[in-house]
Protein backbone atom coordinates (compact mmCIF):
# COMPACT_ATOMS: atom_id res chain seq x y z
CA UNK A 1 0.00 0.00 0.00
CA UNK A 2 1.40 3.32 -1.18
CA UNK A 3 2.13 5.70 1.81
CA UNK A 4 0.97 8.91 0.76
CA UNK A 5 -0.83 10.17 4.07
CA UNK A 6 1.52 13.00 4.13
CA UNK A 7 1.07 14.05 0.81
CA UNK A 8 -2.62 15.22 1.50
CA UNK A 9 -2.72 18.88 3.02
CA UNK A 10 -5.93 20.01 4.13
CA UNK A 11 -4.77 23.85 3.54
CA UNK A 12 -3.11 23.09 0.17
CA UNK A 13 -3.64 22.16 -3.28
CA UNK A 14 -2.62 18.71 -4.33
CA UNK A 15 -0.04 18.83 -7.15
CA UNK A 16 -0.83 16.91 -10.00
CA UNK A 17 0.61 13.62 -10.22
CA UNK A 18 -1.51 11.38 -12.59
CA UNK A 19 0.93 10.66 -15.00
CA UNK A 20 2.99 8.92 -12.18
CA UNK A 21 -0.25 7.15 -11.34
CA UNK A 22 -0.93 3.06 -11.15
CA UNK A 23 -4.00 4.71 -12.74
CA UNK A 24 -2.31 5.73 -16.01
CA UNK A 25 -4.98 6.29 -18.53
CA UNK A 26 -7.90 6.46 -16.20
CA UNK A 27 -9.68 9.18 -18.79
CA UNK A 28 -9.70 13.08 -17.04
CA UNK A 29 -11.92 14.54 -19.83
CA UNK A 30 -14.96 16.46 -21.27
CA UNK A 31 -15.26 12.96 -23.87
CA UNK A 32 -18.71 11.32 -23.41
CA UNK A 33 -17.66 8.25 -26.22
CA UNK A 34 -17.95 4.72 -24.24
CA UNK A 35 -16.16 1.85 -26.32
CA UNK A 36 -16.78 -1.48 -25.28
CA UNK A 37 -15.64 -4.99 -26.74
CA UNK A 38 -17.11 -5.73 -29.75
CA UNK A 39 -18.90 -2.36 -30.04
CA UNK A 40 -19.62 -1.11 -33.70
CA UNK A 41 -21.62 2.13 -33.06
CA UNK A 42 -20.89 4.87 -30.22
CA UNK A 43 -24.27 4.33 -27.98
CA UNK A 44 -27.16 6.88 -29.05
CA UNK A 45 -27.46 9.84 -25.93
CA UNK A 46 -29.09 9.05 -23.01
CA UNK A 47 -32.54 9.50 -22.86
CA UNK A 48 -32.95 10.60 -19.51
CA UNK A 49 -31.46 13.96 -20.29
CA UNK A 50 -34.25 15.36 -22.86
CA UNK A 51 -36.74 16.94 -22.28
CA UNK A 52 -34.48 19.45 -20.71
CA UNK A 53 -36.47 21.06 -17.74
CA UNK A 54 -35.56 23.70 -14.87
CA UNK A 55 -34.91 22.48 -10.88
CA UNK A 56 -37.86 23.59 -8.81
CA UNK A 57 -38.24 25.36 -5.58
CA UNK A 58 -35.00 24.26 -3.58
CA UNK A 59 -35.40 24.01 0.28
CA UNK A 60 -32.36 25.90 1.29
CA UNK A 61 -31.77 28.25 -1.52
CA UNK A 62 -27.97 28.90 -0.59
CA UNK A 63 -27.35 24.96 -2.11
CA UNK A 64 -26.69 25.08 -5.66
CA UNK A 65 -24.22 22.09 -5.77
CA UNK A 66 -24.01 18.33 -4.13
CA UNK A 67 -21.02 16.13 -4.03
CA UNK A 68 -21.04 12.63 -2.62
CA UNK A 69 -17.99 11.12 -1.29
CA UNK A 70 -18.33 7.12 -1.16
CA UNK A 71 -15.64 5.38 0.67
CA UNK A 72 -15.73 1.94 -0.69
CA UNK A 73 -15.90 -0.17 2.29
CA UNK A 74 -15.94 1.84 5.55
CA UNK A 75 -17.55 0.34 8.15
CA UNK A 76 -19.23 2.85 10.75
CA UNK A 77 -17.50 1.89 13.77
CA UNK A 78 -14.23 1.48 12.30
CA UNK A 79 -14.29 5.33 11.10
CA UNK A 80 -15.04 6.01 14.65
CA UNK A 81 -12.34 3.81 15.85
CA UNK A 82 -10.05 5.64 13.24
CA UNK A 83 -8.17 9.12 13.36
CA UNK A 84 -10.20 10.70 11.20
CA UNK A 85 -10.33 14.45 12.07
CA UNK A 86 -11.74 15.49 9.12
CA UNK A 87 -15.05 14.00 9.22
CA UNK A 88 -15.02 13.79 13.17
CA UNK A 89 -15.30 17.82 11.91
CA UNK A 90 -18.16 17.47 9.41
CA UNK A 91 -20.01 15.64 11.72
CA UNK A 92 -19.69 18.34 13.97
CA UNK A 93 -21.19 20.56 11.16
CA UNK A 94 -23.48 18.57 9.88
CA UNK A 95 -26.08 15.66 10.62
CA UNK A 96 -25.20 12.80 10.28
CA UNK A 97 -25.70 8.41 11.37
CA UNK A 98 -23.53 5.41 11.83
CA UNK A 99 -26.57 3.20 11.28
CA UNK A 100 -27.01 4.10 8.08
CA UNK A 101 -28.26 0.84 5.44
CA UNK A 102 -26.86 -0.40 2.28
CA UNK A 103 -28.69 -1.91 0.11
CA UNK A 104 -29.33 -6.13 0.91
CA UNK A 105 -26.88 -7.18 -1.51
CA UNK A 106 -23.56 -5.13 0.24
CA UNK A 107 -21.76 -5.34 -2.89
CA UNK A 108 -20.24 -2.31 -4.50
CA UNK A 109 -21.49 -1.87 -8.03
CA UNK A 110 -25.39 -2.73 -6.81
CA UNK A 111 -24.89 -0.63 -3.94
CA UNK A 112 -23.41 2.11 -5.99
CA UNK A 113 -25.99 2.35 -8.51
CA UNK A 114 -28.95 2.51 -5.78
CA UNK A 115 -27.41 5.18 -4.27
CA UNK A 116 -27.21 6.94 -7.37
CA UNK A 117 -30.68 6.17 -8.47
CA UNK A 118 -32.83 5.96 -5.40
CA UNK A 119 -34.06 2.29 -6.55
CA UNK A 120 -33.26 -1.03 -5.10
CA UNK A 121 -30.86 -3.15 -7.33
CA UNK A 122 -33.87 -5.40 -8.54
CA UNK A 123 -35.40 -2.44 -10.38
CA UNK A 124 -32.38 -0.95 -11.53
CA UNK A 125 -31.09 -4.34 -13.50
CA UNK A 126 -27.41 -4.17 -11.98
CA UNK A 127 -26.89 -6.57 -9.62
CA UNK A 128 -23.71 -7.68 -10.68
CA UNK A 129 -20.17 -6.59 -9.54
CA UNK A 130 -17.99 -7.25 -12.05
CA UNK A 131 -17.20 -4.59 -15.35
CA UNK A 132 -18.81 -7.29 -18.02
CA UNK A 133 -17.60 -7.32 -21.46
CA UNK A 134 -20.34 -7.09 -23.45
CA UNK A 135 -20.97 -6.02 -27.17
CA UNK A 136 -22.87 -3.44 -25.96
CA UNK A 137 -22.57 -0.87 -22.97
CA UNK A 138 -25.06 -1.40 -19.98
CA UNK A 139 -26.71 1.12 -18.34
CA UNK A 140 -29.23 1.20 -15.30
CA UNK A 141 -32.93 0.81 -16.45
CA UNK A 142 -33.29 4.22 -14.21
CA UNK A 143 -32.19 7.51 -14.79
CA UNK A 144 -29.13 8.43 -12.53
CA UNK A 145 -28.37 11.31 -10.31
CA UNK A 146 -25.95 12.37 -13.36
CA UNK A 147 -28.73 12.16 -15.94
CA UNK A 148 -31.61 14.51 -13.91
CA UNK A 149 -29.24 16.43 -13.27
CA UNK A 150 -27.89 17.14 -16.54
CA UNK A 151 -31.59 17.59 -18.09
CA UNK A 152 -32.38 19.83 -14.87
CA UNK A 153 -29.02 22.11 -16.58
CA UNK A 154 -26.65 21.04 -13.82
CA UNK A 155 -23.12 19.79 -14.66
CA UNK A 156 -21.65 16.92 -13.67
CA UNK A 157 -18.51 14.64 -12.69
CA UNK A 158 -17.27 11.79 -11.59
CA UNK A 159 -13.83 10.62 -10.09
CA UNK A 160 -13.55 7.31 -9.06
CA UNK A 161 -11.25 4.21 -8.63
CA UNK A 162 -12.59 1.14 -10.09
CA UNK A 163 -13.31 0.82 -13.74
CA UNK A 164 -16.46 -0.65 -13.20
CA UNK A 165 -17.98 3.05 -12.69
CA UNK A 166 -18.33 3.21 -16.46
CA UNK A 167 -21.51 2.30 -15.68
CA UNK A 168 -22.28 6.19 -14.56
CA UNK A 169 -20.86 7.59 -18.21
CA UNK A 170 -23.82 6.87 -20.69
CA UNK A 171 -22.80 9.44 -23.44
CA UNK A 172 -24.01 13.13 -22.87
CA UNK A 173 -24.16 12.89 -19.26
CA UNK A 174 -20.85 13.31 -17.90
CA UNK A 175 -18.99 16.48 -18.23
CA UNK A 176 -15.74 15.53 -16.43
CA UNK A 177 -14.65 12.60 -15.39
CA UNK A 178 -11.62 10.18 -14.22
CA UNK A 179 -12.67 6.73 -14.35
CA UNK A 180 -9.46 3.93 -15.21
CA UNK A 181 -9.72 1.55 -17.78
CA UNK A 182 -8.98 -1.51 -16.51
CA UNK A 183 -8.62 -2.40 -12.97
CA UNK A 184 -8.74 -0.30 -9.42
CA UNK A 185 -6.84 2.94 -8.12
CA UNK A 186 -5.58 3.97 -5.06
CA UNK A 187 -7.48 6.97 -3.06
CA UNK A 188 -4.77 8.92 -3.57
CA UNK A 189 -4.73 9.31 -7.57
CA UNK A 190 -8.97 9.31 -7.28
CA UNK A 191 -8.70 12.66 -4.82
CA UNK A 192 -6.07 14.10 -6.97
CA UNK A 193 -7.96 13.83 -10.05
CA UNK A 194 -11.15 14.78 -8.02
CA UNK A 195 -9.12 18.23 -6.81
CA UNK A 196 -8.00 18.72 -10.65
CA UNK A 197 -11.93 18.43 -11.90
CA UNK A 198 -13.38 20.96 -9.13
CA UNK A 199 -10.79 23.11 -9.43
CA UNK A 200 -10.54 23.57 -12.91
CA UNK A 201 -14.48 23.22 -14.13
CA UNK A 202 -16.50 23.38 -10.36
CA UNK A 203 -19.07 20.76 -11.11
CA UNK A 204 -22.39 21.09 -9.74
CA UNK A 205 -22.90 17.08 -8.97
CA UNK A 206 -20.56 15.28 -8.62
CA UNK A 207 -19.50 11.63 -7.25
CA UNK A 208 -16.16 11.04 -5.50
CA UNK A 209 -15.46 7.59 -5.12
CA UNK A 210 -12.24 6.41 -3.02
CA UNK A 211 -11.48 2.43 -2.95
CA UNK A 212 -8.50 2.17 -1.39
CA UNK A 213 -10.28 0.91 1.96
CA UNK A 214 -12.34 -2.08 0.32
CA UNK A 215 -9.12 -2.67 -1.31
CA UNK A 216 -7.15 -3.24 1.66
CA UNK A 217 -10.10 -4.81 3.55
CA UNK A 218 -9.88 -7.72 0.97
CA UNK A 219 -6.20 -8.16 1.39
CA UNK A 220 -5.57 -7.55 4.61
CA UNK A 221 -9.12 -7.73 6.56
CA UNK A 222 -11.52 -5.36 7.72
CA UNK A 223 -10.62 -3.89 10.97
CA UNK A 224 -6.83 -4.74 10.77
CA UNK A 225 -4.20 -2.49 11.22
CA UNK A 226 -3.67 -1.69 7.54
CA UNK A 227 -7.04 -0.89 6.81
CA UNK A 228 -7.32 1.41 10.01
CA UNK A 229 -4.21 3.18 7.96
CA UNK A 230 -6.35 3.26 5.06
CA UNK A 231 -9.63 4.83 6.63
CA UNK A 232 -6.99 7.55 7.74
CA UNK A 233 -5.80 7.93 4.39
CA UNK A 234 -9.31 8.32 3.08
CA UNK A 235 -9.94 10.55 5.88
CA UNK A 236 -7.47 12.85 4.42
CA UNK A 237 -8.76 12.95 1.05
CA UNK A 238 -11.97 13.94 2.57
CA UNK A 239 -9.80 17.21 3.96
CA UNK A 240 -8.10 17.90 0.89
CA UNK A 241 -11.80 17.96 -1.61
CA UNK A 242 -13.33 20.30 1.75
CA UNK A 243 -10.22 22.54 1.56
CA UNK A 244 -10.37 22.73 -2.47
CA UNK A 245 -14.15 23.60 -1.95
CA UNK A 246 -13.00 26.19 0.72
CA UNK A 247 -10.45 27.73 -1.37
CA UNK A 248 -12.59 28.43 -4.18
CA UNK A 249 -15.64 29.80 -2.28
CA UNK A 250 -17.86 26.72 -2.73
CA UNK A 251 -18.67 25.76 1.02
CA UNK A 252 -21.32 27.89 1.20
CA UNK A 253 -23.16 26.36 -1.85
CA UNK A 254 -22.27 22.82 -1.58
CA UNK A 255 -24.20 20.18 -0.03
CA UNK A 256 -21.66 17.32 0.92
CA UNK A 257 -22.93 13.94 1.46
CA UNK A 258 -20.23 11.28 2.92
CA UNK A 259 -21.22 7.70 2.76
CA UNK A 260 -19.64 4.27 1.87
CA UNK A 261 -21.27 1.24 -0.08
CA UNK A 262 -20.87 -1.63 2.33
CA UNK A 263 -18.69 -2.36 5.36
CA UNK A 264 -17.29 -5.68 5.86
CA UNK A 265 -16.27 -8.45 8.06
CA UNK A 266 -13.07 -10.74 7.52
CA UNK A 267 -11.91 -10.54 4.40
CA UNK A 268 -15.20 -10.14 2.58
CA UNK A 269 -19.06 -8.06 2.26
CA UNK A 270 -22.02 -9.42 1.55
CA UNK A 271 -25.75 -10.24 2.73
CA UNK A 272 -27.10 -11.07 5.33
CA UNK A 273 -24.15 -9.55 7.82
CA UNK A 274 -24.98 -5.84 9.59
CA UNK A 275 -21.27 -5.61 9.69
CA UNK A 276 -21.59 -5.43 5.62
CA UNK A 277 -25.09 -3.68 5.67
CA UNK A 278 -24.51 -0.86 8.21
CA UNK A 279 -22.89 2.15 6.67
CA UNK A 280 -22.13 6.33 7.73
CA UNK A 281 -24.06 8.91 6.10
CA UNK A 282 -23.23 12.68 6.88
CA UNK A 283 -24.42 15.45 5.28
CA UNK A 284 -22.81 19.39 5.77
CA UNK A 285 -24.26 22.28 4.23
CA UNK A 286 -26.11 25.70 4.40
CA UNK A 287 -28.96 25.00 6.32
CA UNK A 288 -27.99 21.83 7.53
CA UNK A 289 -28.04 21.33 11.48
CA UNK A 290 -24.67 20.83 13.26
CA UNK A 291 -23.71 18.28 15.54
CA UNK A 292 -26.85 16.47 14.76
CA UNK A 293 -27.09 12.56 15.21
CA UNK A 294 -29.94 11.46 13.37
CA UNK A 295 -30.39 8.50 15.72
CA UNK A 296 -32.58 10.39 17.77
CA UNK A 297 -35.35 10.67 15.70
CA UNK A 298 -36.35 6.99 16.58
CA UNK A 299 -38.47 5.94 13.30
CA UNK A 300 -35.77 7.70 10.85
CA UNK A 301 -33.78 5.03 9.34
CA UNK A 302 -31.35 6.15 6.46
CA UNK A 303 -31.22 3.84 3.41
CA UNK A 304 -28.83 4.55 0.20
CA UNK A 305 -31.17 5.37 -2.17
CA UNK A 306 -31.77 8.43 0.41
CA UNK A 307 -28.70 10.05 -0.75
CA UNK A 308 -30.15 10.56 -4.49
CA UNK A 309 -33.25 11.92 -2.83
CA UNK A 310 -32.13 13.63 -0.81
CA UNK A 311 -29.85 15.24 -2.92
CA UNK A 312 -32.24 16.04 -6.07
CA UNK A 313 -34.73 17.32 -3.06
CA UNK A 314 -31.94 19.84 -2.10
CA UNK A 315 -31.26 20.90 -5.83
CA UNK A 316 -34.69 21.27 -6.95
CA UNK A 317 -34.88 18.56 -8.81
CA UNK A 318 -38.19 16.75 -8.47
CA UNK A 319 -38.41 12.44 -8.17
CA UNK A 320 -37.36 10.45 -11.49
CA UNK A 321 -39.74 7.47 -11.08
CA UNK A 322 -43.06 8.16 -9.25
CA UNK A 323 -42.82 5.16 -6.86
CA UNK A 324 -39.08 5.68 -6.18
CA UNK A 325 -37.51 3.55 -2.77
CA UNK A 326 -35.82 6.53 -1.72
CA UNK A 327 -36.90 9.74 0.23
CA UNK A 328 -35.26 12.71 1.60
CA UNK A 329 -33.79 12.85 4.77
CA UNK A 330 -35.86 16.15 5.59
CA UNK A 331 -34.34 15.57 9.64
CA UNK A 332 -31.36 17.30 8.37
CA UNK A 333 -32.74 21.25 8.19
CA UNK A 334 -31.74 23.08 10.55
CA UNK A 335 -34.53 23.18 13.17
CA UNK A 336 -36.81 26.64 12.59
CA UNK A 337 -36.88 28.60 15.34
CA UNK A 338 -39.10 27.83 18.70
CA UNK A 339 -38.93 23.89 17.63
CA UNK A 340 -36.85 21.48 19.68
CA UNK A 341 -36.29 18.86 16.52
CA UNK A 342 -38.10 18.82 13.29
CA UNK A 343 -40.47 15.05 13.44
CA UNK A 344 -39.05 12.14 11.76
CA UNK A 345 -39.79 12.30 7.90
CA UNK A 346 -39.61 8.91 6.31
CA UNK A 347 -43.28 8.06 4.64
CA UNK A 348 -43.01 4.02 3.35
CA UNK A 349 -43.99 5.28 0.28
CA UNK A 350 -43.07 8.60 -1.19
CA UNK A 351 -45.48 11.34 -2.79
CA UNK A 352 -45.20 11.98 -6.35
CA UNK A 353 -43.51 15.28 -5.20
CA UNK A 354 -40.95 15.54 -2.66
Not at 212 to 233: F, L, N, R, Y
Request: glycine share 6%; hydrophobic share 40%; aromatic share 6%.
Amino acid sequence: MMKYLSRFVASSVLPALLLLSPCFGADLSESNALTTTGATTKPALSPFIRPKASPTTRPVEEIRRAMVVSIDGLRPDLLLRANCPNMRALMNRGAFSMWARTTPNSITLPSHISMMTGVNPRRHDIEWNRDLKTTEPLYPRVPTLFEVAKRHGYTTAVAAGKDKFDMFDRPGVLDWKFIPKKGTCDTADVVEAAVQIIREHKPDVMLVHLPSVDSVGHMKGWATPAQIKAIEQADAAVGALIATLDELKLTDSTLVIITADHGGAGRNHGPDDPRSRHIPWIAVGPGIAHGVDLTIYAKLTINTEDTFATTCWMLGIPPSVADLDGVPVKSILQPKIGELLYPSTAPSKPPASW
